[in-house]
């Protein structure tokens, strides 16, 4: 007969285990066994970027798009690029977006998906651009909490090893 795993009613001790033998039963308050398996788990997504490619492909050129409506009597300028105008209803072209903005909103996370864990805890930040009607939710690094206020001046920063992710872009405070 196998060893049964080991019984913990701690869910810490759990954890602990897990990472050892990736195996444990936890028992709850009421005296419920639950055998608790660790294994891998990974998977690749085929993902389309359809129209938003041309957001992405500049962000590698180091370039912020936004997009434009283009009917005459409305032309609202998207941060965030739409491909149809959420006003109105009729296509958007794509523009350049300045490299500069302020800092409209900010938030730090302490939690945070796979992709920012490394950089956890972090700042997420809403930036207006001079004449745009909407915002980009961006990271800001290279500051502290104390140091953010809301007007501050910021410019964009891009990977210069792009991985075609939001992640290809951040802003920072601008500096002098
Ligand atoms: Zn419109």
């Not at 409506?69 to 105008?85: E, I, L």
């Not at 302490?110 to 961006?138: I, Q, R, W």
């Amino acid at each position: 007969m196998t060893t049964r795993p080991p019984v913990f009613s701690k869910f810490r001790e759990v954890q602990e285990e897990l990472g050892l033998s990736g195996r444990a039963i936890y028992r709850d308050a009421n005296g419920i066994d639950s055998l608790i398996i660790r294994y891998p788990y990974s998977i690749n997504y085929i993902h389309s970027y359809a129209e938003d490619t041309e957001f992405f492909l500049a962000l590698a050129d180091g370039k912020l798009k936004g997009s434009k409506c283009t009917r005459k009597s409305c032309r609202t300028v998207y941060a965030t690029p739409r491909g149809h105008c959420m006003a109105c209803g009729a296509p958007t072209e794509w523009i350049d977006l300045p490299l500069r903005g302020r800092l409209h909103s900010w938030t730090t996370c302490h939690y945070g998906s796979e992709a920012f864990l490394k950089e956890t805890p972090y700042n997420l930040a809403m930036v207006e651009f001079e004449g745009a009607d909407s915002l980009l939710l961006v990271r800001l690094k290279e500051c502290v909490e104390s140091e953010i206020y809301i007007g501050m001046p910021v410019e964009a920063r891009f990977d210069p090893e792009p991985k075609y992710s939001i992640t290809d872009v951040w802003f920072v405070p601008k500096r002098g």
